[in-house]
């Protein structure tokens, strides 16, 4: 470890030495860094996708879409979009302040320190550096020790494309994690689990240093199927999608648990068992698109929330698991108990609960009684149930009629409120994530006003009180005397 913290302190000052040169602060540099992370994507598309084979039994298809594919669009549209992005944004002041003017300026933080989880490990790890890079910083990577091939893959190559006085690369643990957070950074991305958050965010008060965590949980989905009735194909398959279609449910907003009406359930289960075949036909575990558990330690943890009896007792669909090949069956369960852990920890994993309601308006207060989820997945067409969603519950998101996508969607913001974490990225909003925005005013000698300053008279009060009110017209006739 003294190897590493020498490591870690040379890095560490190349960085900074790099930040003060100026160079990561040119537009220029910060689009010859994109367009390399690009490149470097596209060079190494196979090689990737063997990494998240090897880490995660990934098929291609699923690694391009939610990693490679992913990371080349946000890049893409970083580079074009960072002309625009830099531009300092007037600010149209107050006539109480004329003839001053005002504007914002988005300055980089500095050296920021990135560190990823493994279930996307290599969009996960880049995403975020990409918005570091933007907005013209300097940038440590340290990838989740759990997907240890995407983390060699990243550590080898990102030198070979990128800056490497400004970009690096780190691996290791939760040792190598506790050095880096010993040191004093300018801006810290964190991505994971509530728990390590925590550590994040108290190493992180030390310095004072501004933190971005984004988090997981617990995404409920809706399903209001009197509203739906007619596109449940659809519903059905989307929700599958999201649960067992990406990372085996790894995923911080796949599908956790489905509310539905109690008369519906037993329908809702049936549409289910055709959607699971035709994606992943009779032998999932042979199929080659199901991603597999990443480790024994969560396969395990996953057999312990399956193994509860009352929770056994609730499966209808699947069940099956091989501590092997790391697989678990793409799983249904029908009213688990809501004391279980699997009701009260994030699944991560392809299990399914069904939790039946009496009426459909219910679930609002079931998610109400549950921490601030990442996203709330709602299938309606009833504008009120929408409405009374948006405003009686808090999250890092809602989508209607769709589960993830929003995820895709760089025009919106990504991020979680309360437990599933703070700030936001994802398109225009990482490059502001990266960001200091300082407000810059500019005065003019020119004028001066009398009433700013002591000594402390009731006319100096009265201009003061009408100037806060912007009361100009009778500031006007306070200082032609016609006004007391
Ligand atoms: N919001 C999102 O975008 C998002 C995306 C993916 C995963 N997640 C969440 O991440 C969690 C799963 O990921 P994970 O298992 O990699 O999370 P984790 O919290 O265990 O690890 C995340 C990172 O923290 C590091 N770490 C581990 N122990 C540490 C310690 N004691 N001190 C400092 N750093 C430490 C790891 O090396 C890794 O780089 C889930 O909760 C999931 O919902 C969130």
């Not at 793409?330 to 994030?346: G, R």
């Not at 009120?384 to 405003?391: G, H, P, Q």
């Not at 200091?436 to 003019?444: D, R």
Request: aromatic letters at 8%; charged letters at 25%; glycine letters at 6%.
């Amino acid at each position: 470890m003294e190897a590493m913290k020498e490591t870690v302190d040379q890095s560490l000052r190349e960085m900074r030495d790099t930040f003060a040169s100026g160079r990561t602060r040119s537009v220029k540099w910060r689009k010859t860094q994109l367009e390399a992370i690009i490149e470097m994507v596209k060079d190494n598309e196979d090689k990737m996708c063997d990494v998240l084979f090897q880490d995660l039994g990934k098929h291609s298809t699923e690694a391009f879409r939610d990693e490679l594919g992913f990371v080349m669009r946000s890049a893409t549209t970083a580079l074009n979009s960072l002309d625009k992005w830099v531009v300092p944004r007037k600010s149209n002041l107050p006539l109480l302040f004329y003839p001053a003017t005002g504007k914002v300026i988005s300055e980089p933080y500095g050296t920021v320190l990135v560190l990823s989880s493994w279930n996307f490990p290599i969009s996960l790890s880049l995403d975020p550096m990409i918005g570091a890079i933007s907005a013209g910083n300097t940038v440590l990577l340290k990838a989740s020790e759990l997907s240890p091939n995407a983390s060699a893959l990243l550590a080898k190559t990102i030198p070979s494309y990128l800056d490497n006085k400004a970009i690096k690369v780190i691996e290791g643990g939760p040792d190598v994690a506790t050095i880096l957070l010993q040191h004093q950074w300018d801006k810290i991305f964190f991505t994971g689990s509530p728990r390590i958050g925590k550590i994040i965010m108290a190493a992180a008060a030390e310095h004072l240093t501004p933190v971005t965590l984004e988090l997981g949980g617990k995404c409920p989905t809706i399903i209001d199927h009197h509203s739906v009735s007619k596109d449940m194909k659809s519903v059905v398959k989307r929700i599958s999608g999201g649960k067992w279609g990406s990372c085996s449910g790894q995923a911080c907003i796949s599908v956790d648990y489905v509310l539905v009406e109690q008369s519906f359930a037993s329908s809702l289960i049936e549409m289910f068992k055709p959607v699971i075949k035709s994606f992943f036909g009779e032998n999932p575990k042979e199929s080659g698109c199901v991603a597999r558990i990443v480790t024994k330690k969560h396969f395990q943890r996953l057999s312990r929330l399956l193994n509860d009896p009352r929770v056994q007792a609730s499966i209808v669909y699947g069940g099956s698991m091989d501590e092997e090949k790391l697989y678990v069956e793409p799983t249904i369960l029908l009213n688990p108990p809501l004391d279980s852990e699997i009701m009260n920890e994030e699944i991560f994993g392809p299990v399914l609960p069904i939790i039946t309601l009496r009426d459909i308006q219910e679930s609002i207060g079931f998610i109400k009684s549950k921490p601030k989820p990442l996203a709330i997945y709602a299938f309606t067409k009833d504008e009120k149930l929408k409405t009374r969603i948006l405003s009686e519950t808090s999250s890092g998101s809602v989508t209607f009629n769709d589960v993830m996508i929003q995820y895709m969607c760089d025009a919106l913001p990504f991020g979680g409120v309360g437990e599933s974490g703070m700030g936001r990225y994802h398109g225009k909003y990482s490059f502001e994530c990266f960001s200091h925005e300082k407000a810059i005013m500019e005065g003019s000698l020119a004028m001066d006003l009398e009433a700013r300053y002591p000594p402390w008279n009731n006319f100096k009060l009265t201009f003061i009180r009408l100037a806060f009110r912007e009361a100009y017209f009778k500031l006007v006739l306070l200082m032609l005397g016609l006004k007391r």
